[in-house]
Structure formats: structure tokens, C-alpha cells
């Protein structure tokens, strides 16, 4: 274990937040139980107007620094703490998710072996509001030019997954304070465009799923996911004509899924059929999912017709006798 640094910190750990009376005292804590220990946690207070603020103000640990300004979002408190930060690398973490233990130890060692790359990232598992594992992300791990294959799907998964090497963020100008979400994909593919990545092949992020989180809102999540796609093969198009495709079949399949999770109603159930449609339509192997698109189907169109309640207990019933 490495000793707590009096000098400079290496790693800035920026948590931006918000409201976050609930989550924050646990994410902090699996910051401070690191086995790496020469970090800063920057806390950007964005506008909270919960006990956000108190909570934090009862752990103790001067590695902590807390800064408080007026609401703007989540792309502007990650910004605001980049230019607060004093490590040379740089780790954003969501209020409500967690790290592993060894998260920034194992990131920063693989940067280190590995000269060239500018990116460290590591694996995802989802957990619910009371912490308990739901599912497990994609595990993916690629090295070098990690760009295609990030064009294809965000196997980042989320905003608080990798450790960055800091002068490529501020060279690239931050996250883009314009859009609306989706801003960590966007930011991730703008640095694969660029820099080199190195994978950590193990569960070290502890995603945090909540009907209230910001990736809950599914016409917004297409928008944005569609304008960063487009603003990404500006950038840098891809080598291979089928990449726009299957970026897009990837797309429409998270949003079917996200659409069919609980509480399920009949909107969702109408966005659903849209996004299956999509999903069809982009999708290079569909006559080969005929099994998985026609029971995707029928539970759209059972959730249309039928009372949520009937449809959620017979789903349950499914799943329990599986």
C-alpha cells in the first residue's frame, strides 16, 4: 500500500453532485478505502439543496476538497473540477456509483507499463439503489486503437470507469458543456480518436441503476446518442462501411431494452416497438434473432393491452420458474 503523499497528488478524483443525500457517504468511502493513496477527491457541490453538503462535511480526511457553485449540470462540474485538479491523472466519479478497492492502483500501473497509452479502463457490474448486484456490463477489453470498436458500442458504460492521463483532457478541451447527455461517450470517443487506451481486465466500477437516473429518459438518451455518433464519424470516420450500422443496431438495442425494464406502461411500450423497429433495420444477423425479436414483440404488445400490474406479475412468474 503507498504511503499518503505530502506533496502533490498524482490522481484527482472529481466527483461532481447533486442532490445526492442518499449515495454520496458510500462513494467517497470506496474512494478513501483505495489501496492507492496519493489522490485528491475534488467535489463539485452542483447546487445541492438536500443534505448533500452535511454529509460530507462529517467525513473527515484532508484529501478531500469540496467546492459549491450554482447549478449547470453534469458537464460543467466535471470541467469545473478539471480545472481544479493538481494530479497528473485525472478519474471522474458519479455520486451514486462505487469503485473496487484496487480501481485506481491496478488503472494507474497500466498506464505505467504501458507507455503509449493515455486511457486506462476497466469493467462495469450493475447494482440497484440498495447496492445489490443486478447484472453483470460487457467485460470487453481491448488495447491500443480502441476507437472502432468504442464507435460500435460504449463498453466504457458509464462516466466513472476510466483513469486519464490529464493534459489530453484539457487538450481536448473537456466534456462538451452541450449536450444535453451522453456527454462521458462522447468524451471517451473523442480520446480514442486521438490516444491509445489500455484495458484492466476485471470488475472495478459498481454502476448504480435508479428509475431517476438521467439515462432513464429515453427519447432524450436516442437524441444525444445519435448526435454524438454523428459528431464522432465527422471527427474521424470509421475503416469499415458496416460500422455506422452496427453502431446503430447497438444503439436501438439498449434503448429496447431500457424501454422494457420496470415500471413498465404503455408509452414505454410504444417507444419499445420504434426502437425494435430500428434495431431491425441496422441490425446485420436480424433474420438470425428471429427467436429473440419475435418474444421482444409479444411483450411489447402485452404490455400495450394488458394492465401493467398483470403484466409485471406474470413476468415474474417467468423469471422465477426459469
Known amino acids: 500500500m503507498n504511503k499518503i503523499s505530502q506533496s502533490m497528488p498524482i490522481i484527482s478524483v472529481i466527483i461532481p453532485t447533486y442532490n445526492s443525500e442518499k449515495t454520496i457517504k458510500y462513494t467517497i468511502e470506496s474512494v478513501l478505502h483505495q489501496t492507492f493513496t496519493n489522490f485528491e477527491i475534488i467535489i463539485i457541490n452542483d447546487g445541492s439543496q438536500d443534505s448533500t453538503l452535511d454529509i460530507i462535511s462529517q467525513i473527515n480526511d484532508a484529501r478531500i476538497k469540496v467546492f459549491s457553485f450554482d447549478n449547470a ?52 457490474d450493475y447494482i440497484n439503489e440498495k447496492g445489490e448486484f443486478l447484472l453483470s456490463g460487457t467485460h470487453i477489453a ?21 483513469l486519464i492521463k490529464k493534459y489530453a483532457l484539457i487538450e481536448l ?7 444535453e447527455a451522453g ?39 436516442e437524441k444525444v446518442s445519435l448526435q454524438v455518433l454523428e459528431k464522432s464519424y465527422k471527427q474521424r470516420p470509421a475503416t469499415f462501411q458496416d460500422t455506422w450500422n452496427k453502431s446503430l443496431a447497438n444503439i436501438y438495442k439498449y434503448l429496447l431494452c431500457k424501454s422494457l425494464q420496470p ?3 404503455r408509452q414505454k411500450a410504444f417507444l419499445g416497438a420504434k426502437f425494435l423497429w430500428k434495431f431491425f433495420i441496422n441490425d ?3 433474420f438470425q434473432r428471429n427467436s429473440f425479436n ?11 393491452l394488458l394492465p401493467p400490474n398483470f403484466i409485471e406479475a406474470f413476468l415474474t412468474s417467468i423469471n422465477n420458474n426459469r
Not at 466519479?93 to 497509452?117: H, I, R
Not at 478541451?173 to 449536450?179: M, V
Not at 419475435?294 to 400495450?304: G, Y
Request: glycine share 6%; net charge negative; aromatic share 12%.
Open 142 to 162: 481491448v488495447n491500443g486503437d480502441v476507437y472502432e470498436q468504442l464507435l460500435v458500442t460504449n463498453f466504457f458504460e458509464n462516466g466513472s470507469n476510466p
Open 284 to 286: 446485420q444477423y436480424r
Open 183 to 221: 456527454q462521458d461517450w462522447d468524451m471517451w470517443l473523442r480520446l480514442a480518436a486521438k490516444y491509445h487506451f489500455v484495458a484492466v481486465p476485471s470488475v472495478q466500477i459498481l454502476y448504480r441503476i435508479s428509475p431517476n437516473s438521467l439515462s432513464s429518459n429515453l427519447i432524450r438518451q
Open 73 to 124: 449540470g453534469a458537464n460543467v462540474s466535471r470541467n469545473r473540477g478539471l480545472k481544479l485538479a493538481c494530479g497528473e491523472f485525472v478519474s471522474f466519479l458519479d455520486s451514486d456509483d462505487l469503485w473496487t478497492s484496487n480501481k485506481l492502483e491496478q488503472q494507474l500501473e497500466a498506464l505505467q507499463q504501458n507507455y503509449g497509452a493515455v486511457v486506462a479502463y476497466s469493467w462495469t
Open 294 to 304: 419475435l418474444r421482444i414483440l409479444m411483450k411489447i404488445v402485452m404490455i400495450i
Open 173 to 179: 478541451g473537456g466534456f462538451d458543456e452541450c449536450l
Open 263 to 265: 415500471p413498465l406502461n
